[in-house]
């Protein structure tokens, strides 16, 4: 290259360089937020003159049966993932198996307990006892059912299970995510294809498989509310036992939601800290590697 072309080169990266960049003027935007902040005073002022006992939703926010209740609310939550992960692991890891009978038991489970409603799944197992009077081992021992199936263990039951059969599906997406490549080093060092599976694609899998495992958690604190039909003391069958009683419905269902809104944020901020310990070293690049785009388009004209 001549030196008069460089020369043309270097004047035009100088003029570009000197150029001002004017951000967009988003009108639209703005008015669109400003609208957005009046309807949230005006409803915010709504829900202040309305006709609420504002006392009474302070002076129920922590009493003791509305605490026992949230921490049932919690307890529940997480037995019923513990539950759903130990299955939908399992589950996933039948379902990629090369025998056909463990990939159709698999199939067959993720059909029926994710094409189930929750609530319905709930009733049945709470009233479990109307089919098996008793539960047992022939000629061992046999309790009643009606004595086994509390609310507690109808829905856990319940929950958890249904649970195992949507996580199995996130499992198994996670684990197609992985490079075949991952499962032939592995077995070419003569690693089983579990092993393969537990050792090396599942740890690797757990960049995709967190984020939504972290979501079903979330929907599973506000899924345990539909066991207050199955009369378990979870946050808000104790809001509804307090309602029932002083009359005060939207004031109880004001406290039940707050609580709610506080376990479900504690859950997003963790979600967040565990997301990115498992997302460590992915989509990240050195800053000291990246140039200038200036200097970028000055050695592309050298």
């Given at each position: 290259m001549s030196s008069g072309d460089q020369n043309l080169n270097k004047s035009a990266l100088s003029d570009v360089n000197a150029l001002?960049?004017?951000?967009?003027?988003k009108i639209g935007t703005k008015i669109m937020a400003a609208i957005c902040i009046i309807l949230l005073l005006l409803l915010a002022r709504a829900f202040w003159k309305g006709d609420i006992g504002w006392s009474y939703v302070s002076e129920n926010l922590?009493?003791?049966?509305?605490?026992a209740g949230v921490g049932n609310t919690i307890i529940m939550?997480?037995?019923a993932m513990i539950?759903?992960?130990?299955?939908?692991?399992?589950?996933?890891?039948?379902?990629?198996?090369?025998?056909?009978?463990?990939?159709?038991?698999?199939?067959?489970?993720v059909w029926l307990f994710r094409g189930a409603p929750a609530l319905l799944q709930l009733l049945l197992w709470f009233n479990l006892a109307?089919?098996?009077p008793?539960?047992?081992?022939?000629?061992?021992?046999?309790?009643?059912?009606v004595d086994v199936m509390t609310p507690f263990v109808a829905a856990l039951l319940g929950l958890g299970i249904q649970q195992g059969a949507y996580t199995a599906e996130v499992v198994r997406a996670g684990i197609l995510s992985i490079d075949k490549?991952?499962?032939?080093?592995?077995?070419?060092i003569g690693m089983t294809k579990l092993r393969a599976t537990l050792k090396i694609v599942l740890p690797q899998a757990m960049r995709v498989i967190v984020p939504p495992i972290g979501n079903e958690t979330i929907g599973m604190v506000k899924l345990t509310s539909l066991a207050s039909v199955i009369q378990y003391s979870e946050v808000l069958r104790s809001v509804e036992d307090i309602y029932y009683v002083n009359s005060r419905v939207i004031e109880l269902l004001i406290v039940a939601t707050?609580?709610?809104?506080?376990?479900?944020?504690?859950?997003s901020i963790l979600q967040i800290y565990i997301e990115r310990h498992f997302s460590k070293g992915w989509g990240r690049r050195d800053a000291s590697h990246q140039q200038p785009a200036g200097q970028a388009l000055a050695g592309e004209a050298g």
């Open positions: 001002v960049i004017v951000p967009q003027r922590f009493s003791r049966s509305v605490l939550t997480f037995c539950v759903g992960i130990v299955l939908g692991v399992v589950a996933a890891i039948m379902r990629m198996s090369d025998n056909p009978v463990l990939r159709s038991i698999s199939v067959g489970y109307l089919i098996f008793t539960i047992g081992i022939p000629g061992l021992f046999s309790i009643r059912t490549g991952q499962m032939e080093a592995a077995q070419s707050i609580w709610y809104m506080v376990v479900v944020t504690i859950l």
